[in-house]
């Protein structure tokens, strides 16, 4: 069989989607992201998504840390590589840790395009007051696509002192109004708005060109993101803004059970499960 009529035989892989179809959906149909860290995770959720982040949130959800501080570079990159390879069709768009970007634009650029080349992934996504909009800017002019991320900006506990909802006062409410402006002017393809108070997310959404993916902001945001781990049910507890949509921990731990007993009671392994 020529090696033509293989691949004209074969069935058409969906389109990815690009940075510039993902910011042309400003005020369209809402934009859709979850957080996956593993390519089976990304298989799954592929299908329904328009973006799939592989967020910092690896710290709490796969590894037990006690925030994002600690998360690496090398750890993002493992990561992100797994879950290019689980994703066909969605934007992958992968965190960039504590401390690999704030320095300066230049260490900004050496760590992101260390993010691109090494997992595959089409953009970055950075933690970024108006601070940072020289390395936004610095990357966009060099090819590497940013979403930023304002508001609740989990890398900044200590500073924060906390994860409550931001922009309840005049002052912070103008500050991430104003830091919505800088990183959008400064190249930022979106922007995810965390854990601030409504009116601000509907204000910020209306002011910038780029669209906003809300967590915990506002259903009037362009796009809505959540950490898959949250929305599943995988945690005792979670912020107010989760809204579950399955209960996983608890049938995780009743098949651990039911299994467990099986064995115990050697129901389990059974004729169709052995080699004759
Ligand atoms: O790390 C993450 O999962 C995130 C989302 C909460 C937006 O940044």
Redesign the pocket.
């Known amino acids: 069989m020529s090696t033509t009529a293989t691949l004209t035989s074969a069935p058409a892989a969906p389109r990815r989607m690009t940075v510039p179809a993902f910011r042309a959906r400003k005020r369209a149909e809402p934009l859709v992201?979850l957080?996956a860290y593993t390519a089976r995770m990304a298989e799954l959720l592929d299908p329904h998504c328009d973006a799939l982040?592989v967020?910092?949130?690896?710290a709490q959800?796969l590894y037990g840390l006690p925030s994002?501080v600690p998360v690496t570079l090398d750890m993002m990159i493992a990561h992100g590589a797994a879950v290019v390879r689980g994703a066909r069709q969605a934007l992958v768009v992968v965190?960039m840790p504590f401390g690999s970007y704030e320095a300066s634009p230049e260490q900004a650029f050496h760590s992101a395009a260390r993010i691109l080349k090494e997992t595959g992934a089409s953009a970055v996504?950075l933690?970024g007051s108006q601070a940072m909009a020289p390395a936004i800017a610095c990357l966009t002019a060099r090819g590497i696509p940013v979403m930023a991320?304002i508001g609740l900006t989990?890398q900044a506990v200590n500073l924060l002192g906390g994860y409550g909802a931001r922009g309840r006062g005049q002052a912070e409410y103008a500050r991430i109004a104003a830091d919505a402006r800088a990183v959008a002017d400064a190249g930022a393809f979106a922007v995810?708005i965390?854990g601030v108070v409504e009116p601000l997310a509907l204000a910020v959404t209306e002011a910038i060109a780029c669209p906003t993916?809300g967590?915990g902001a506002s259903a009037g945001c362009d796009g809505q993101?959540?950490?898959v781990d949250d929305m599943l049910g995988m945690f005792d507890r979670t912020a107010r803004f989760v809204k579950r949509y399955d209960s996983l921990a608890e049938r995780i731990q009743a098949a651990a059970r039911d299994y467990a007993a099986d064995v115990r009671s050697r129901r389990f392994p059974q004729a169709e499960h052995l080699y004759g």
Request: charged residues 25%.
């Open positions: 992201m957080t982040l967020g910092d949130s690896l959800t994002t965190d996504k933690e991320h989990p995810v965390e993916i967590i993101v959540l950490v």
